[in-house]
């Protein structure tokens, strides 16, 4: 039987395990990204393993997330990154040089190798047939020290692309009609595969589009094939010898098959506060707007900003509407210099951010209350913009550029012949904002400033498991409910005490005041729970905060990972009605957790006790033998020290 693109790669990484999809399998890691506002905290966890130096093949350090400098924070942990970087053999990616998908897809991802990022959106490198995967810090922070990565064996989505886009329709387009047609629940536990005659059509920053918010379909990663047009890329950026040629055969077999002809796509939307809530442009209507953003890791290419640029032209911005742009990387940013481009965004108006993730998180430009703001980021979550009462819309760089000149929403194709734009046959390469590791870092000093506090390590699991429902919660709930970050929280993600007063606030204020009255317990969700970032904190919070275990009707793959890694028991309801039968302070209790966590893992399921309503709740959790044993243990740091302590 033949074999996908990414069973390829994943057969020449496969450490053990059976490449059938459900099985746990574990593989090997060529390359590591982290970026700030997750990084601090993983490279305390890789201090904590106590390794001397990284034995990946390449680890890079990125700073492009907490780039507002409202305090000494975000500077301190920026230095604390930077000196570890030094000493661990780690490539530090100062501030300005970009957001790290977009630099990494430009200056160091390889087709057919493995890459894991403590960002969702790592899969971004997909886009040059690299299986690229997002994970939560400590995950990260082991397979620096060269340990394997587990993942649960996903199975296989084909989406077929076929014929030609519209003018006007660009690689957005075509993402969220997946986003449309999946929604944000229809990747969880798969990889999706494009394939079709398209592909010869699309450029590697439209295919990394595409890759990049296959974080917002749930899946475990997205890839293109490298081929000829990954090919030119890699050789624009002066990298051709990284090329290396990637298809699935002939007689692959994929679990899902779908179809989309370009040729139908229009220009869409994604409404408010999901990605997958996509209606056309020309439907939604000229809703009038005070903002727009263009720039994130999904649209911040040079094809994208030379877009905006030419649509931007000799004309000005509307006077309602605020216009902020963030080139995704200084390699962009710089050409679009160089050209003239830059000078004809800031001619219309618009008002230019550094190259960095910006009002994407929140970090700054939150927009004012009521607000409608376009936005070309990748999600649209609840209170992410950093204005509870905004609406966000999700466009690509076409419609978002249009309707800042209108100040409605605007169809692009009311605006005429569309800029033709094509790739540049050479981009211009300068790597002096990416500082390498010492020789020899063993006599670096790691800075650390005063913000850095101790995390969280749980305790192994005895006895039984007692406590009170401190929320219910329903479907859907991100990682943006759990763990919120804005400008204001998140110069704290070396800080969990300070954080985890802020946890799952947006659903209840009174959340974190309870679960320290309580003296912990556990949290009840609907599906799809802890959907979205690949934020370790969202695990870490409700530790600190003496959470023992999720019961959930599903969990989205990252987060539960980071629960497991952390110690704390994600359970499944075996009958999703059930979460009908528990209620804000029911008292619930597991009885000889240890026993019945050892059981979940043989497939038999957990019960917990809900003593408040005299009932029975029947729980699974597809959890391997390792998995349970991480759980026993309080977490992986404490497991892997009792395996180190043995061996
Ligand atoms: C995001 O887009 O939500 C983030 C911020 O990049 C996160 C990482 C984080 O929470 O720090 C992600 O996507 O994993
Ligand atoms: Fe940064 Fe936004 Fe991309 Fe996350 S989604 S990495 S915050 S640009």
Redesign the pocket.
């Known amino acids: 039987m033949g074999l996908t693109m990414s069973q390829k790669i994943i057969s020449r990484h496969l450490l053990s395990g059976e490449m059938t999809a459900g099985c746990e399998i574990a593989i090997r890691i060529d390359q590591t990204l982290t ?1 700030d506002s997750t990084g601090t905290m993983a490279y305390l966890q890789f201090e904590a393993i106590g390794l001397p130096r990284v034995k990946t093949e390449l680890s890079v350090a990125y700073i ?2 907490n780039t507002l400098q409202t305090g000494f924070e975000n500077a301190d942990d920026h230095r604390y990154i930077q000196t570890v970087a030094k000493k661990y053999g780690i490539l530090f990616s100062k501030p300005g040089n970009g ?3 977009q630099v990494h897809i430009e200056r160091f991802g390889v087709p057919g190798k493995t890459l894991l990022g403590s ?1 969702s ?1 790592t899969p971004t490198c997909g886009g040059i047939g690299m299986l690229a995967i997002g994970a939560g810090g400590l995950d990260v922070a082991v397979a620096m020290g060269g340990g394997p990565y587990y993942l649960t064996m996903p199975r296989m989505v084909k989406i077929e692309l076929s014929g030609r886009l519209q003018p006007w329709v660009s690689a957005k387009d075509i993402i969220l009609e997946v986003l449309r047609r999946l929604t944000v629940k229809g990747g969880v536990g798969k990889i999706i595969e494009y394939a079709g005659d398209a592909l010869a059509h699309l450029t590697v920053p439209e295919r990394a589009t595409i890759t990049n918010m296959g974080a917002e379909l749930g899946a475990t990663t997205s890839i293109f094939p490298s081929d000829d047009v990954t090919r030119a890329f890699l050789s624009a950026q002066g990298r051709e010898e990284d090329f290396q040629p990637l298809e699935p055969d002939a007689d692959a077999v994929y679990d899902e098959y779908w179809h989309i002809d370009l040729a139908e796509l229009e220009p869409l939307a994604a409404r408010p506060h999901s990605p997958d809530n996509v209606a056309t442009v020309r439907r939604i209507g000229p809703i009038a707007i005070d903002q727009v953003a263009i720039g ?3 649209n911040s290419s040079l094809m994208d900003m030379l877009k905006v640029a030419a649509i931007l032209k000799g004309r000005s911005v509307h006077p309602d509407v605020s216009l902020v742009i963030a080139p995704g990387s200084r390699q962009v940013l710089n050409m679009l210099a160089d050209r003239g481009a830059l000078s004809d965004m800031i001619a219309a108006g618009a008002r230019i951010l550094e190259s960095a ?1 910006g009002p ?2 929140g970090m700054g430009q939150a927009p004012r209350t009521n607000a409608v703001s376009l936005r070309t ?3 649209n979550f609840y209170g992410r913009s950093g204005t509870a009462s905004a609406s966000v819309y999700l466009v690509g760089p076409e419609v978002a550029a249009a309707s800042a000149l209108t100040g409605v929403l605007t169809d692009p194709r009311t605006l005429g012949p569309a800029p033709q734009i094509s790739l540049p046959s050479h981009f211009s390469v300068n790597d002096n904002l990416i500082i390498p590791p010492a020789e020899n870092g063993s006599s670096v000093e790691v800075i650390r400033g005063p913000n850095i506090k101790p995390f969280p390590v749980n305790q192994a699991i005895a006895g039984d498991i007692a406590g009170k429902v401190l929320i219910t919660v329903g479907d859907d709930i991100t990682t943006d409910h759990i763990m919120p970050s804005n400008a204001k929280l998140l110069p704290y993600r070396s800080n969990v005490p300070y954080l985890a007063d802020h946890c799952l606030t947006p659903c209840d204020p009174e959340f974190p005041a309870r679960a320290k009255a309580e003296g912990g317990g556990f949290i009840v969700a609907g599906a799809n729970y802890g959907q979205g970032s690949s934020r370790e904190h969202a695990a870490l919070a409700p530790l600190q905060l003496g959470v023992r275990a999720v019961l959930a009707k599903s969990f989205a793959r990252i987060h539960m990972a980071n629960l497991i890694n952390n110690g704390i028991l994600p359970l499944q309801f075996k009958n999703p009605a059930d979460y009908d039968h528990l209620g804000l302070l029911d008292e619930l209790i597991i009885e000889n957790a240890e026993a019945q966590i050892r059981d979940l893992a043989s497939g038999q399921p957990l019960a917990v006790l809900n003593r408040t309503r005299s009932i029975s709740i029947a729980c699974s959790s597809d959890l391997s033998d390792r998995q349970a044993r991480i759980l026993l243990a309080g977490g992986l740091l404490n497991d892997t020290r009792a395996r180190e302590q043995t061996d």
């Open positions: 970026q492009d997330h957001v790290c998908h960002d959106h994130s890791c999904t993730c994407c998180i980021n990748n999600r």
